[in-house]
């Protein structure tokens, strides 16, 4: 079936290490995104990439990586320079941009820091 | 930039009642608008859209309206049902498709 494939589900970092959470799609969809959600707020946007070896920083980008070496793969990086990475991280893939057809998510990779 | 907000953090229906969640947006130049249902532990599920050349959309037991007057959105869910219990977040896009703002949502909870 196609969806989006999102892992670790859960995962538990030490201070000053890096972690990177994979997500691969086989909708064949140009555009992936990156979300933090935490409590009480809604979906923050890390990062974006419209096409393959391309991609944006969203709203709260700082202390975190991507890369998208293939279109089917965006893997997110959370450096040690991000203070506060405890929380629960989305990915999100669509057809084109958002105004051309809808999100589908992840199921989610909880991230909590020790 | 865009603010979106939802008026209740959370709602309780009796099952078989008909549920009312409310978002506001604070940009006129919004333009397309989703609504996506979140069950715990869960990535969010879309749900309906709707375009701001419509006032109302209709899916199966769901019914977007959308005010453009007064920056206001709601989902209405017919005959609740337990399955309903989730977190609801609306979304707005605005500057041509580029922006996506999600609302802080509504925990929905479905009361036997």
């Known amino acids: 079936d196609g969806g989006i494939t999102q892992s670790p589900k859960y995962l538990f970092r030490k201070e000053g290490q890096n972690v990177t959470l994979s997500c691969e799609q086989n909708l064949n969809h140009d555009a992936m995104y990156w979300y933090r959600q935490d409590p009480g707020q809604g979906l923050r946007l890390i990062y974006y990439?419209?096409?393959?070896?391309?991609?944006q920083k969203g709203d709260i980008a700082e202390g975190y990586s991507v890369s998208r070496e293939k279109k089917e793969s965006f893997p997110l990086t959370v450096t040690s320079a991000q203070k506060n990475p405890t929380a629960f991280y989305l990915c999100?893939?669509?057809?084109?941009?958002?105004?051309?057809?809808?999100?589908?998510f992840g199921e989610g990779s909880r991230l909590t820091v020790l | 930039g865009e603010s979106v907000g939802l008026h209740l953090p959370t709602l309780s229906v009796q099952e078989g009642d008909n549920s009312i969640i409310n978002c506001a947006y604070s940009n006129s130049a919004s333009d397309y608008f989703i609504w996506y249902k979140q069950e715990s532990g869960k990535g969010p599920q879309f749900i309906i859209d709707i375009r701001s050349n419509m006032d109302k959309r209709q899916g199966q037991r769901v019914t977007v309206l959308l005010n453009k007057t007064v920056k206001h959105l709601s989902l209405q869910i017919a005959a609740t049902q337990p399955g309903d219990s989730a977190v609801y977040f609306c979304?707005?896009?605005?500057?041509?498709?580029?922006?996506?703002?999600f609302g802080t949502g509504t925990q929905l909870k479905v009361e036997l």
């Open positions: 999100a893939s669509s057809i084109l941009r958002y105004g051309t057809g809808e999100l589908f």
């Open positions: 979304a707005v896009v605005t500057g041509g498709g580029n922006k996506l703002t």
């Open positions: 990439s419209q096409i393959v070896n391309d991609f």
